[in-house]
């Protein structure tokens, strides 16, 4: 079988399934949070180390200002509200991507990492104006500010996930097939699993089923 260490998953859908049941792109945000945490549950239960969400990219901020502002209301209820359990559960939180929110937001996100950052049962990258295109820009221009040659470890290096696995898996609900600027040198052998299901109604039974059929498929990397 094979290993599994990290999940990459972008939380498509909730917008749709807000407008559809409830009437409310926010309520969508709302049910998706809930699903943020059976996930993180399952994740647990299924010993994985590393769990990357995609919350919030540097294309969402031309979303309406007030869907922005709800989005960033949650992040700091969820922030207020979770992270002491977060940190009794040994779950470490780390933020990639660029932290220009307000000073409240940003102070919350410092202080979260802070308090978690020892911990080692599950470590949840929260992606954040996060954006892979300018991730790699910021790459390279910190690899020629060094002056370290350009390779592929050097590189790595300097991306915002450091130190981290790339993903054996990468889910994204909803029913799009596009990586949407997401982790795009990370996923280079990362298997990949479209979702029909908007996020709000993706559940832990349909994260075990991707994780029973990734731990089956055969991975050649170039190999036969």
């Given at each position: 079988m094979n290993p599994l260490n990290h999940v990459a998953i972008i939380m498509d859908g909730n917008g749709r399934w807000g407008l559809k049941y409830k009437n409310s792109r926010n309520e969508g945000h709302k049910a998706g949070l809930r699903t943020v945490e059976k996930i993180i549950r399952a994740s647990i239960r299924n010993n994985i180390k590393f769990l990357t969400l995609f919350a919030f990219s540097t294309e969402n901020w031309k979303r309406p200002k007030n869907e922005v502002s709800f989005l960033f209301s949650l992040l700091e209820n969820f922030l207020k509200n979770k992270i002491n359990d977060l940190h009794d559960k040994n779950i470490r939180l780390k933020i990639i991507g660029i932290k220009n929110f307000s000073k409240k937001i940003n102070k919350l996100l410092s202080l979260s990492e802070k308090?978690?950052?020892?911990?080692?049962?599950?470590?949840?990258?929260?992606?954040?104006?996060?954006?892979?295109?300018?991730?790699?820009?910021?790459?390279?221009?910190?690899?020629?500010?060094?002056?370290?040659?350009?390779?592929?470890?050097?590189?790595?290096?300097?991306?915002?996930?450091?130190?981290?696995?790339?993903?054996?898996?990468?889910?994204?609900?909803?029913?799009?097939?596009?990586?949407?600027?997401?982790?795009?040198?990370?996923?280079?052998?990362?298997?990949i699993f479209f979702e029909k299901k908007l996020w709000p109604a993706f559940n832990e039974k349909d994260f075990n089923k991707i994780i029973k059929e990734y731990k089956f498929i055969k991975r050649n990397f170039g190999k036969i």
């Open positions: 308090k978690t950052s020892k911990n080692t049962r599950l470590q949840i990258n929260l992606a954040l104006n996060y954006g892979s295109k300018s991730e790699l820009v910021y790459a390279f221009k910190s690899i020629l500010k060094n002056k370290d040659s350009i390779t592929e470890k050097n590189l790595s290096k300097y991306l915002f996930t450091k130190n981290i696995p790339d993903p054996e898996i990468l889910i994204r609900t909803g029913d799009k097939k596009r990586l949407s600027n997401f982790l795009l040198w990370q996923l280079a052998y990362t298997e």
